[in-house]
Nanobody, 124 residues
Framework: QVRLVESGGGLVQAGGSLRLSCAASGGTFSNYGMGWFRQAPGKEREFVATITWSGGYTVYADSVKGRFTISRDNAKNTLYLQMNSLKPEDTAVYYC?????????????????WGQGTQVTVSS
């Protein structure tokens, strides 16, 4: 049974940084593409970043490009999202998700497994 558990969220001032982690268990983590999504109050869940099974290729939403970095440590079965230069509009619940394919994807429907989310709040 696949389980994804996010951690690292919290309250930070604008311009600050946070590092989110997603610990995976069940299945073979290193075989699958992974992604980060976020959902702000009253809004739909949106794509943030995705990474291939090897970590060799990444894609970012335009809104976070240059500020966020997705990475993975397959030996530790863990996905990361380093978030720098945070803005109030980054405030949301952040979710990690796993595909059943090796490559990443931008569409929510392409992900099979989801974590419970971690809250990120950026104050102005």
């Amino acid at each position: 049974q696949v389980r994804l558990v996010e951690s690292g969220g919290g309250l930070v001032q604008a311009g600050g940084s946070l590092r989110l982690s997603c610990a995976a268990s069940g299945g073979t983590f290193s075989n699958y593409g992974m992604g980060w999504f976020r959902q702000a109050p009253g809004k739909e869940r949106e794509f943030v970043a995705t990474i291939t099974w090897s970590g060799g290729y990444t894609v970012y939403a335009d809104s976070v490009k240059g500020r966020f970095t997705i990475s993975r440590d397959n030996a530790k079965n863990t996905l990361y999202l380093q978030m720098n230069s945070l803005k109030p509009e980054d405030t949301a619940v952040y979710y990690c998700a796993r595909r059943t394919e090796r490559f990443g994807a931008l569409n929510i429907m392409d992900y099979r497994y989801w974590g419970q989310g971690t809250q990120v709040t950026v104050s102005s």
